[in-house]
Protein backbone atom coordinates (compact mmCIF):
# COMPACT_ATOMS: atom_id res chain seq x y z
CA UNK A 1 0.00 0.00 0.00
CA UNK A 2 1.38 3.45 -0.83
CA UNK A 3 0.06 6.77 0.05
CA UNK A 4 0.42 10.10 -2.08
CA UNK A 5 -1.54 12.94 -0.75
CA UNK A 6 -0.78 16.15 -0.10
CA UNK A 7 -2.52 19.08 1.70
CA UNK A 8 -1.97 22.59 1.52
CA UNK A 9 -3.05 25.91 3.05
CA UNK A 10 -1.80 29.30 1.25
CA UNK A 11 -1.94 32.02 -0.93
CA UNK A 12 -1.39 32.10 -4.88
CA UNK A 13 1.30 33.94 -5.81
CA UNK A 14 -0.38 34.75 -9.70
CA UNK A 15 -2.76 34.60 -11.32
CA UNK A 16 -3.81 31.24 -12.71
CA UNK A 17 -2.44 30.36 -16.61
CA UNK A 18 -5.46 28.48 -18.14
CA UNK A 19 -4.97 27.08 -21.17
CA UNK A 20 -7.32 23.99 -23.33
CA UNK A 21 -5.89 20.90 -24.30
CA UNK A 22 -7.68 17.55 -26.14
CA UNK A 23 -11.28 18.78 -26.80
CA UNK A 24 -11.52 21.43 -24.89
CA UNK A 25 -9.90 20.53 -21.82
CA UNK A 26 -9.27 23.21 -19.18
CA UNK A 27 -5.82 23.17 -17.63
CA UNK A 28 -4.89 25.78 -15.07
CA UNK A 29 -1.30 26.45 -13.48
CA UNK A 30 -0.47 28.79 -10.70
CA UNK A 31 2.04 29.11 -7.42
CA UNK A 32 1.37 28.61 -3.88
CA UNK A 33 2.81 29.97 -0.95
CA UNK A 34 2.59 28.49 2.25
CA UNK A 35 4.67 29.91 5.09
CA UNK A 36 5.95 28.88 8.35
CA UNK A 37 6.27 31.77 10.83
CA UNK A 38 9.30 32.71 12.75
CA UNK A 39 9.66 31.50 16.19
CA UNK A 40 12.41 31.34 19.01
CA UNK A 41 12.74 27.87 20.22
CA UNK A 42 13.34 27.16 23.82
CA UNK A 43 17.33 27.56 24.25
CA UNK A 44 17.19 30.91 22.44
CA UNK A 45 17.84 29.84 18.91
CA UNK A 46 15.69 31.95 16.34
CA UNK A 47 13.94 30.52 13.15
CA UNK A 48 13.29 32.83 10.49
CA UNK A 49 10.51 32.85 8.74
CA UNK A 50 10.45 30.62 5.85
CA UNK A 51 8.33 30.38 2.87
CA UNK A 52 7.80 27.05 0.75
CA UNK A 53 6.37 27.71 -3.07
CA UNK A 54 4.62 25.02 -4.80
CA UNK A 55 3.45 24.45 -8.84
CA UNK A 56 -0.09 23.72 -8.87
CA UNK A 57 -1.89 21.81 -11.71
CA UNK A 58 -5.74 22.23 -11.78
CA UNK A 59 -7.92 19.80 -14.54
CA UNK A 60 -11.19 20.53 -15.72
CA UNK A 61 -13.68 21.41 -13.13
CA UNK A 62 -11.10 22.63 -10.81
CA UNK A 63 -8.95 24.71 -13.35
CA UNK A 64 -12.56 26.30 -14.39
CA UNK A 65 -12.85 27.48 -10.46
CA UNK A 66 -9.22 28.97 -10.82
CA UNK A 67 -10.12 30.67 -14.04
CA UNK A 68 -13.38 32.15 -12.52
CA UNK A 69 -12.32 32.89 -8.67
CA UNK A 70 -8.66 32.61 -8.42
CA UNK A 71 -6.49 35.81 -8.68
CA UNK A 72 -3.01 36.25 -6.70
CA UNK A 73 -3.14 36.62 -3.30
CA UNK A 74 -6.47 34.43 -2.77
CA UNK A 75 -6.42 31.67 0.15
CA UNK A 76 -6.95 28.48 -1.08
CA UNK A 77 -7.09 24.94 0.44
CA UNK A 78 -5.83 22.28 -1.55
CA UNK A 79 -5.66 18.52 -1.92
CA UNK A 80 -3.79 16.80 -4.15
CA UNK A 81 -0.87 14.64 -4.89
CA UNK A 82 2.68 15.22 -6.26
CA UNK A 83 3.93 14.41 -9.38
CA UNK A 84 7.67 15.08 -11.13
CA UNK A 85 7.78 15.40 -14.88
CA UNK A 86 10.88 15.62 -16.78
CA UNK A 87 11.83 17.14 -20.29
CA UNK A 88 15.29 17.86 -22.11
CA UNK A 89 15.46 21.32 -22.61
CA UNK A 90 16.96 22.71 -26.14
CA UNK A 91 20.44 22.63 -24.81
CA UNK A 92 20.14 18.90 -24.33
CA UNK A 93 19.99 19.50 -20.36
CA UNK A 94 17.43 17.36 -18.76
CA UNK A 95 15.21 19.38 -16.34
CA UNK A 96 12.92 18.27 -13.60
CA UNK A 97 10.05 20.12 -11.73
CA UNK A 98 7.54 19.01 -8.56
CA UNK A 99 3.91 19.90 -9.51
CA UNK A 100 0.83 19.33 -7.28
CA UNK A 101 -1.71 17.95 -9.06
CA UNK A 102 -5.24 19.05 -7.66
CA UNK A 103 -7.98 16.61 -6.49
CA UNK A 104 -10.03 19.09 -4.75
CA UNK A 105 -9.89 23.02 -4.31
CA UNK A 106 -12.12 25.54 -1.83
CA UNK A 107 -11.31 29.23 -1.65
CA UNK A 108 -10.88 30.85 1.67
CA UNK A 109 -10.24 34.43 0.87
CA UNK A 110 -8.12 36.78 -0.01
CA UNK A 111 -4.50 37.45 1.85
CA UNK A 112 -5.40 39.75 4.77
CA UNK A 113 -2.20 40.76 5.41
Do not use: C
Not at 1 to 7: A, D, E, L, T, Y
Not at 83 to 90: A, F, I, L
Request: glycine letters at 6%; a positive charge; charged letters at 25%.
Amino acid sequence: MSVNKVILVGNVGKDPEVRYVDQNTAVANFTLATTDRAYTAANGTQYPERTEWHNIVAWRNSADVAEKFIRKGTQVYIEGKLRTRSWTDPQGVKKYTTEIIVDNIQLLGKRTD
